[in-house]
Structures are given as C-alpha cells and as structure tokens.
C-alpha cells in the first residue's frame, strides 16, 4: 500500500514541515505519540540498536510537547527507544550518552488527525508497518481531521473520497486475508468490499464468495446477472441461499457496502431470464403494429381475390362465345415482347394452370412431363382462347404470392400496392372485359387499390 506525499504549494501551508527547527533533546523525555500510526511492531530490531549505538539517530524524530514536559514521538519512534537502549547501555560499554535531534511540532498539539496523517506518511515510506496499522491509521486520522485537511491528505495518499470508511471496512479483515488482498494488488475501495462480503451474516464459507469486479474491462462481455432477474430452468426464482451451490455464485456490493447477489454466467449455469414485464406500448410501437396488421389483411385479401379472377378467367376461355379483341391483342402482345416474368414461367414448365382454365384432366403422373399439346382440344376457333389461358397462367403464377422483388428498386414489393406494370395492366383488362361481361366480373378492392396508380386518369405519379 504505497502512498505518495505531494509536496504542497502554498507557502503558508500550517503544516509545512520546513519551518520547525531542529533541537536537541534527551531521549529520556521521549514517549509515544498516542498518534503515532505504527501499532504494532514498534520495538526496534537488534540491527537499529547496532547502527544507534554507533552511530546515534542521524535523521532527525518529529515530536509535539506534551502537557507533562515529555515530547510524543509520531515519527522515529522505533529510533528514539533504540536511542534510549544504546544510553542505557552507554556507561558499561564506555560510548557516549547521546541527544536525539528532533523537529517540535508544537503546532500539532490538539491536532491529532493530522499527526497520525504525518506518522502515517512517514511509516508507509518505511517498509514493515503492517496493513492494519495503516488502515487504522488511515481511518482515525482521516476522521479527525478538518473537511479541508482531509481532501489534502486523502491526495496525499492516494485514497478516494470515502477512505476513512473503507479503511473502516477493510479492518474487519483478518490478517490473512487483509495480507491476500493487499498482497493481491486491490486498492483500498476493493478491500473494503471485499471485507464486507466477508463480513456478510450466514455466509459458511466467508472467503470464499468472489466479488465480481465493478467494472468489467473494456472488450470483455459482463455476462453476470443479478439474480432477482433469473430463475430456475423451470421458471422457480432464484434466490441467495437457493443459488450457493451454483459455481457463478458471486456478489457486487451496493452503496451502502451491502451485496447484491449475481450469477456470473447464467446461461452457462442453466438459469433462464425472468419474465420482464411488456413494456408500454409506444406511438411508434403502434404505428408499426398498424402498419403489420394493413400488410397481414392486404396480403391475405390478395390471395383470396384470385379465386374470383381465375374464375372469370376460366369462364372467359372456356366459353362458347370468341374471346374478345382485348383479350387476344393482349395475349399475343405479351408473346411478342416476351416480358421476363413471361420467360421465368415458361422456364417452370407447369401445367397446372393452364390445364385447370381450359378444362383438361391432368394424368397423376408425377414424373413424366405432362404434354399439354396432347391433352388439349385444339381448334381454329378455339386459337385465341388457349393462347390468352396460356398468358393468363403465366399472370396467375407471377402474382400468386403477395410479395414480389422491385427490380428497379433492388427491394421487396408488395403487389397490393406495387404491382408491376404488367401485372396493372392484366388487371384493367379484366376489369374492362368483365364490365364488358354485363359486370359479370369486378376487381376486389386490394386489386382496386393495386391499379389506382396505373389508371389513365391517375395522376404523373403512375
Ligand atoms: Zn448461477
């Protein structure tokens, strides 16, 4: 847990430590700071005693009066019993009895916040003091500080807003654990975390619950679910003590350092989401649902308008009477130019329909190819009738499914409201050969709204 001290700027700083001169005091009148951050492990090593005793204390200790006449030491301390030792010892092994140079605080009488900060400081730069004296101390000085010296010495150390609290939390660690985590890299946010969820009631094996990370990296999918949203694969809600046994059992930690209990990957594990509520239709939601439901009903509207056609149609070419002018003009119009939808049916070699129209029994004959020259009556008069069921077939084919492919556009048409220009005009001359027909026949209204664009009458827009 190294800190880093910024040095401050501001010159009239209270807590600049170049100001306070350097005296010489006798290591007899040193104590303990009661704030001194280092709680444990304060005796100093047989290699301090060594180098005291030769050398004496070479940087100066930082103490503040006390009320008795003794100084508290919150820096050196480990120093000034080592000074103590070597006097004790400096008669009987003829060295000198020696003074220990030290800064006096004496503005930090009262100021006990910002002295455990300095002790603090001072012993994170020095290796050995244990973790949870610099939690402890973290926590108390922080405490005990003014609004303004906290957020300096919070930057001092590194810590966030809530260090003091988390340093707190973070106690509660055992040493084993605290040293794991310390050890593993977490920051103080994450140790405190951590120790909460240790911390949890009931919870059998403590440190065994992963805390998922707050943050998943960037790039890498964060597949864990709360489990509030999940349930059982037979739809069964699942709860903490009914997931323990679940290997993505896992918890994140809320605001207030309470758990929140997460599967980390739900579908690896079997659960199935739980049921949201629909949300609230929007207007778009509605348009769009409108706008599904007019292409259901036209496409099905469609469909059914070619039973009524073909039936005109087979009345027409079937009929006793000659075909009537609009028609075969029609139909050898279409086989001079050879539109392509023309081309695509010839390719299919179906029978069906023409057969149906002009009345001929097909044989059940699957596999062989069905010669229609061979099955229908052929007659001078009956030439124009075969010819125009034979275009009407090739029509009927192309406009059986609703939904067609606009060439020009490179999209998707439906032929209720775009339908090709050929497939206009095949309707209009039905219309017109059934209003011919004493109305015999009409168009339906989807085929009515299909061909409003290609009336003459219609606007430039056709
Ligand atoms: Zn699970």
């Not at 004496?56 to 120093?79: A, H, L, N």
């Not at 087979?314 to 939808?341: C, H, I, N, Q, Y």
């Not at 010669?371 to 030439?383: F, G, I, N, P, Y």
Request: proline residues 6%.
């Amino acid at each position: 847990m190294a800190t880093a001290v910024s040095t401050p700027a501001d010159k009239n700083n209270e807590h600049e430590e170049a100001a306070p001169q350097v005296v010489k005091l006798d290591p007899a009148l040193l104590v303990r700071d009661e704030c001194n951050a280092r709680e444990h492990d304060t005796e100093p090593d047989e290699k301090l005693i060594a180098s005291v005793k030769e050398l004496g204390v070479e940087e100066p200790i930082s103490v503040r009066p006390r009320p008795d006449g003794t100084y508290g030491v919150f820096k050196g301390w480990r120093r000034a019993q080592a000074a103590q030792t070597a006097n004790a010892d400096a008669a009987q092994d003829g060295r000198p009895v020696r003074v220990v140079r030290a800064y006096v605080r004496e503005e930090l009488v009262g100021n006990d916040g910002w002295t455990r900060f300095l002790s603090l400081v001072e012993n994170d730069h020095r290796e050995g003091m244990s973790e949870r004296d610099t939690l402890r101390a973290q926590e108390l000085s922080l405490i005990d500080m003014s609004e303004v010296d906290r957020r300096k010495a919070s930057k001092a150390l590194g810590v966030g807003r809530n260090a003091a609290q988390q340093a707190r939390a973070a106690q509660k660690l055992d040493d084993a654990a605290l040293r794991r985590a310390s050890a593993g890299g977490m920051d103080l946010e994450q140790i405190a975390q951590f120790a909460e969820v240790e911390d949890v009631p009931g919870a059998q094996e403590k440190a065994q619950i992963p805390l998922l990370p707050a943050r998943v990296p960037y790039g890498v999918k964060d597949t864990a679910r709360l489990l509030s949203e999940l349930t059982t694969p037979l739809g069964r809600p699942l709860d903490e003590s009914g997931h323990k046994g679940c290997p993505g059992h896992s918890a994140r930690l809320d605001d207030d350092h309470q758990p929140l209990w997460y599967c980390a990957d739900p579908a690896e594990y079997g659960h199935k989401a739980r049921p949201r509520p629909k949300p609230e239709k929007t207007a778009e939601d509605e348009v769009r649902a409108a706008e599904r439901a007019r292409t259901v009903a036209c496409n099905r509207a469609w469909k059914a308008a070619a039973g009524p056609r073909r039936e005109f149609v087979t009345r027409l070419v079937r009929g006793s009477k000659a075909l009537p002018e609009d028609a075969w003009r029609f139909a050898l119009g279409m086989l001079l130019d050879l539109p392509s939808f023309y081309g695509k049916w010839a390719q299919r070699q179906e029978a069906e329909d023409v057969a149906q129209f002009l009345g001929v029994t097909l044989p059940e004959t699957p596999f062989a190819r069905v010669r229609l020259s061979e099955l229908v009556t052929l007659s001078k008069a009956r030439t124009a009738h075969v010819l125009f069921a034979h275009v009407a077939a090739a029509f009927e084919r192309d406009m059986r499914d609703p939904q067609g492919w606009n060439d020009a556009r490179m999209g998707v048409r439906f032929l209720w409201e775009d339908p090709t220009p050929q497939q206009a005009a095949y309707l209009l001359l039905l219309e017109k050969l059934g209003h011919e027909d004493k109305g015999t026949y009409r168009l339906s209204e989807v085929e009515e709204q299909a061909v409003a664009p290609h009336r003459p009458d219609a606007g430039s827009g056709a």
